[in-house]
């Protein structure tokens, strides 16, 4: 299931449902380091932002496009609530 709400998207997949934003690399102004890899996201580059959508947002998580579209092969665990 995906439903486009302003720049933001909610996905729901066999690890559970999430809200995503597609970062550009304008908007990407600081490093953070991705879950799924754990290599720097460098400033600069696009990325995605993903997070559950309850709770109170601790749980939100800058990933690499491409490590967050493997994220389900990897075995990558994100918390659950």
Do not use: F, N
């Not at 754990?38 to 997070?51: L, N, S, T």
């Not at 998580?61 to 990897?74: F, P, Q, T, Y």
């Amino acid at each position: 299931m995906l439903r486009v709400t302003g720049g933001q998207r909610r996905e729901t997949g066999a690890d559970g449902e999430w809200v995503i934003r597609r970062i550009s690399g304008a908007a990407a102004t600081k490093t953070y380091r991705c879950p799924g890899c754990y290599q720097e996201i460098p400033a600069g580059m696009p990325h995605v932002v993903a997070w559950r959508p309850y709770g109170d947002g601790e749980d939100r998580r800058h990933w690499h496009s491409s490590c967050w579209e493997r994220r389900g092969h990897r075995g990558v665990r994100m918390p659950r609530r």
